[in-house]
């Protein structure tokens, strides 16, 4: 299971999150603006924004805040203009990070994830220096414990889906972007839970770290996390389960 996949599952477990869940709504705000400014209002025609109110919509994000942002992106209501930008650099143990980012000032975000960066002692890097070994494809995390690995296979190979990881937790499932929708429908109509399902940047490479390591890279992606501007962060870092075990007890 590729890192951002590990540490997002961890995410998930942690208690900070409801903390932070007025920073997420304002995050995936911003999501839902973008959207609906390059491609329009209607999300039965704008696949981008659907994508992004189906995030909302996870977090438990009101309906009528929702509608705002979609608003605010075509126009209707101020707001400010958020560009996106996309931040890689080199993480602890050489690990690669990207940081995808919705700015309403560059001068000021680029300066700021630059000293994270430099907090942690690594490096900001420059275009492509760590997203060539990064591919966009569709994920959903399905719980071990819900269902049997050869029926779930059966399920998303014939909707469309490339690969099932299992990781004796759960089943980390992958596909082309172009597919998303269909593997999504299929587990939907199957009445699979999925405990995650979005688009995401996955390695082709990873690095397994030791625990020393493995602290130091996962303080740097919250860190990242907690950052206004900051969407999403992507790792190739590989924390293996006997490590993982180190850090958790």
Request: proline residues 2%; negative net charge.
């Amino acid at each position: 299971m590729s890192g951002h996949s590990k540490w997002a599952n961890i995410k998930h477990k942690k208690a900070a999150v409801d903390k932070r869940r007025g920073k997420l709504w304002s995050k995936l705000a911003r999501n839902v603006i973008v959207a609906a400014k390059a491609g329009g209002g209607d999300a039965s025609t704008n696949l981008t924004l659907r994508y992004a109110i189906d995030k909302a919509k996870e977090a438990n994000m009101p309906n009528d805040t929702i509608d705002k942002a979609i608003k605010r992106g075509t126009g209707e209501l101020g707001g400010a203009e958020y560009v996106p930008v996309v931040y890689e650099g080199y993480g602890p143990g050489g690990v690669a990070f990207i940081v995808d980012a919705l700015t309403d000032n560059v001068n000021r975000t680029a300066p700021e994830i630059k000293k994270i960066f430099e907090k942690a002692g690594c490096t900001l890097g420059t275009t492509n220096c760590v997203s060539w070994n990064f591919a966009i494809k569709g994920v959903f995390i399905v719980n071990v414990s819900d269902i049997e690995e050869d029926a779930l296979m059966e399920i998303v190979l014939e909707a469309g889906a490339d690969d099932i990881d299992n990781d004796g937790e759960v089943f980390e499932i992958t596909c082309e972007v172009d597919q998303y929708e269909t593997v999504k429908k299929a587990l939907a109509d199957a009445s699979v839970t999925t405990q995650r399902a979005e688009i995401a940047k996955i390695p082709g490479t990873t690095i397994k770290v030791d625990a020393s390591t493995a602290e130091k890279v996962l303080r740097l992606a919250d860190a990242f996390e907690d950052h206004d501007d900051v969407q999403n962060v992507y790792s190739n870092f590989d924390i293996p389960d006997e490590v993982m075990a180190q850090i958790e007890a």
